[in-house]
């Protein structure tokens, strides 16, 4: 005998629309806000360098925006407000000047340095009348690593957050989805079926 249905929505089906909800608003405030650079010849460029190992500059940098945006959202529901005009420009731009790194810089922490003013100047480029905010955003993401200074706007943490989980998603999901076997070395330890 089959219940009938009461009109409630499953707590996964609201999950579900929540999810499906965010995703399409977080596409609305790139395409809105950041058309310039996810249509630029820069960021199509940005798919073809890799970047923490596994994962490429621009797979990485739409998981920086997305992640920032997702971040303003909630700060959002907590009654803080965000610019989010200037976190999509910024987190979409914060890499660019990384592109061509192997021609450009003699050695990772020279990279790590200077990509930010590189990308900076790439998104004076791409951005007519780039925000003072964005480009502060892009200046100061590396921070805490590097010679970053610390960002001195609620923007600019998110974005230097949003960069950090990024990286670490990067290059967690990259082990799995190229098979090194993570997956299977923590599966093994967890039930205890360690290999010798």
């Known amino acids: 005998m089959q219940k009938p ?17 965010r995703k399409s608003q977080i596409r609305s405030d790139m395409e809105h806000y950041g058309s310039e650079i996810l249509n630029s010849e820069e960021l199509n460029q940005a798919y073809g360098q890799t970047h923490h190992t596994w994962s490429t500059v621009g797979e990485h940098t739409l998981r920086v925006a997305s992640a920032s945006l997702a971040i303003c959202y909630m700060l959002r529901k907590l009654h803080i407000q965000t ?19 192997n021609e450009k810089y003699a050695s990772k922490s020279e990279c790590s340095r200077e990509h930010p003013s590189d990308s900076v ?35 600019g943490v998110i974005v230097s957050t949003a960069d950090k989980y990024a990286a670490v998603k990067d290059i967690v999901q990259g082990s799995e989805i190229k098979h090194t076997g993570m997956k299977q ?8 079926n360690r290999r010798k």
């Open 121 to 155: 100047k790439v998104a004076r480029r791409l951005v007519k009348d780039l925000p003072d905010k964005s480009a502060d955003i892009i200046e100061r993401h590396m921070w805490p690593a590097g010679h970053s200074k610390a960002p001195n706007s609620i923007e």
């Open 185 to 192: 070395y923590v599966s093994n330890l967890v039930s205890g």
């Open 83 to 101: 610019d989010i005009p200037a976190v999509v420009k910024g987190s979409l731009c914060h890499d660019l000047g990384i592109l061509g790194r």
């Open 5 to 21: 249905k009461t009109g409630r929505i499953s707590v996964r089906e609201r999950l579900k629309a929540y999810r499906s909800s």
